[in-house]
């Protein structure tokens, strides 16, 4: 086995989670990441060192573009329903609202947020994975932050501390 | 601790723990004397504790078979091999008959296109099969049917042999598509049935899994491979179609390269 694929499995289950909070569908985000998966295979013989969880996060990216890409080609299929029935019951507001309000976010914005938050990534390594420079994630990850508290602000006039 | 103004963006690296070591004191002294701020970092990071509460689960669910590690590899190798064989597929479709050339890959996902290539595959087969006198363009027996065919889709060509199947290569056609020709080929079964096989180049590099539509006494098999979109269409007889589906797919794997 190569070094890149003994590298990629230890890296599937964050490739998952950061698809499905991408997509909002566990069928979707699994498709993701089947073609990610693939293609980094496909392409290892270019991967020269270098950040391996940073490069199949851009593949992930640049194929989740090209798919919202189609979906606005067709404006009636473009509804995404949030139907991943792994989230926590409605009844708890808070996975919803969370869920909702990352759609209304630009992908850039939520691309930056879910990089930073759900994955942990750095900075330095969220602008690798967008390709472009550190002060645009800083922009990026203010405006996403603002806005997500402006719509949780609507929902619940009081937002709740989460523990 | 330095003096350096205080920016927003040390307040975000603060809230994602990001901040260096020597501009904490300097953040935290700012925050105790400004609510606003500290409420907002506060917000900040319930954010990030809701976000992970909602997702981080995911990462502890077990892998789908179809991501465990070896059936992705299994998966990425055969691909390469195949990338010639898919096109060799190509088709015929009624070239007076447009309707190829109508834009399926716009669709939301790869199972619609999937399914509307399917359709538009039947449709043409429909249409083409009950030709009697030039259900094809060029005839199988003609050196250049699929060096033409190749040459006009931009990909190797090929028609395999369903000898298996009872199927005997009539010849094949081009028809007109939203992204290039779709080349089409047709074979005729012993009892007078038709097949056909259509290739058609896809936008993405997609691969899917045989997708089935039938419609009254047709069906259709449809898939993606390597930026090419195939479809195998004919009576309604699923293992029948399935079992010509994967020896196009063989004869591939066996020659990749071979014209």
């Known amino acids: ?163 | 601790m330095t003096d350096a103004p205080l920016t927003e963006d040390e307040l975000h690296a603060y809230a994602d723990g990001a901040l260096p070591s020597d501009r904490i004191a300097a953040v935290e002294s700012y925050l105790a004397s400004n609510p606003d701020a500290a409420a907002r970092v506060a917000e900040w990071r319930a954010l990030t504790s809701a976000i992970r509460e909602r997702w981080g689960a995911v990462a502890d669910e077990p892998i789908p078979e179809r991501l465990l590690i070896e059936n992705v590899v299994m998966r990425a190798s055969g691909l390469r091999r195949k990338v010639a064989f898919a096109a060799t597929i190509a088709l015929m479709i009624g070239a007076a008959a447009g309707w190829f050339a109508r834009d399926y890959f716009s669709a939301a996902n790869d199972q619609q296109m999937a399914r509307a290539l399917a359709d538009a595959a039947i449709e043409a087969h429909r249409l083409y099969i009950n030709e009697v006198r030039h259900p094809i363009e060029v005839r199988a027996d003609e050196a250049h049917l699929l060096p033409w065919l190749s040459r006009r889709v931009g990909s190797p060509v090929r028609a395999p042999d369903l000898g298996a199947e009872g199927l005997k290569l009539l010849g094949g056609r081009l028809l007109p598509g939203s992204r290039g020709p779709t080349a089409l080929i047709m074979y005729e079964g012993t009892g007078g049935e038709r097949v056909t096989i259509t290739a058609t180049r896809a936008p993405r590099e997609n691969q899917t899994a045989f997708k089935w539509r039938a419609s009254g006494e047709f069906g259709a098999l449809a898939w993606f491979e390597s930026g090419l979109a195939f479809v195998v269409a004919g009576p309604a007889e699923r293992e029948r179609l399935d079992r010509i589906a994967r020896r196009v797919y063989a004869a591939y794997e066996v020659a990749p390269d071979r014209r």
């Open chain 1, 1 to 163: 086995m190569t070094a890149v694929r003994r590298g990629l499995e230890p890296l599937i289950p964050a490739l998952r989670r950061f698809a499905r909070a991408l997509s909002r569908d566990a069928e979707t985000a699994d498709d993701l990441v089947q073609d990610t998966l693939v293609r980094a295979l496909r392409a290892e013989h270019l991967f020269h060192g270098g950040d391996l969880r940073t490069w199949l996060f851009t593949i992930l990216l640049n194929l989740d573009r090209n798919r919202r890409r189609g979906l606005s080609r067709r404006p009636t299929l473009a509804v995404i329903e949030d139907v991943d029935p792994a989230g926590p019951p409605a009844s708890d507001g808070t996975g919803r609202d969370i869920a909702r309000g990352l759609a209304l976010l630009p992908a850039e914005q939520r691309e930056v947020l879910l990089l930073v938050t759900l994955e942990g990534m750095s900075y330095r390594e969220a602008a690798d994975v967008q390709g472009v420079p550190i002060g645009t994630v800083m922009s990026r990850l203010s405006r996403a932050r603002s806005t997500l508290r402006a719509h949780i602000e609507g929902e619940r006039p009081q937002l709740r501390s989460v523990p």
